[in-house]
């Protein structure tokens, strides 16, 4: 019988650390010679196509796609190619193709790493972020800073308040902003 891999998941706002983490944990795997794959939406492509990279410019190679079916023709993922697999923005991935990998992933062995936006510049909750939660083994909700008063931020707030629900950005776009100094945008 095949162990079942592990969910972990890191949540929370924009300018939280969530890549951060992500990408000390992908570093100590790296120093533990573990096999990693990690992923990551085309549709980030603030910093770079193929790296995720952190608000402070550090970055790490990965895989850039649109559909899963991509990954699936490239990859293997099985415990015998990567011990785990490390998704980064996982907010801009379709929900029901993303869980349903997962979930493969790990009843095969495969340790899986989330992060994520929780909640969109409006207060909504992001759904793939908000299922991997549920199903996770353990989940991390980061906060900012809020650039108004310093007090921990757990909002996203937009700066412009008009256009579409995801609107890829950073600073100059978005804010960490603490309850009192948020508003749904």
Not at 38 to 52: F, G, T
Not at 83 to 109: A, H, I
Not at 129 to 154: E, I, P, W, Y
Request: with cysteine; proline share 5%; hydrophobic share 35%.
């Amino acid at each position: 019988m095949v162990k079942r891999g592990t969910l972990d998941v890191y949540a929370g706002p924009m300018y939280a650390g969530k890549t951060s983490q992500l990408l000390k944990r992908v570093l100590w795997l790296d120093h533990q010679q573990k096999k990693v794959l990690v992923l990551k939406p085309s549709k980030d492509n603030r910093y770079a196509e193929e790296k995720i990279v952190t608000h402070n410019q550090l970055s790490y190679p990965c895989i850039s796609f649109t559909e899963f079916s991509e990954v699936d023709s490239k990859y293997n993922i099985m415990p015998y190619n990567f011990d785990t697999v490390c998704l980064d923005e996982v907010q801009f991935m379709p929900t029901y193709p993303t869980l349903k990998r997962v979930e493969t992933w790990l009843s095969n062995g495969v340790n899986v790493i989330a992060t994520g936006l929780d909640q969109d510049s409006r207060g909504v909750p992001f759904e793939t972020t908000s299922h991997l939660m549920g199903l996770a083994d353990c989940v991390q909700k980061l906060v900012a800073s809020c650039t108004t008063c310093g007090r921990d931020a757990t909002k996203t707030f937009r700066i412009n308040a008009e256009g579409d629900r995801v609107l890829v950005g950073s600073m100059g776009m978005y804010e960490p902003r603490c309850i009192d100094h948020w508003e749904p945008r």
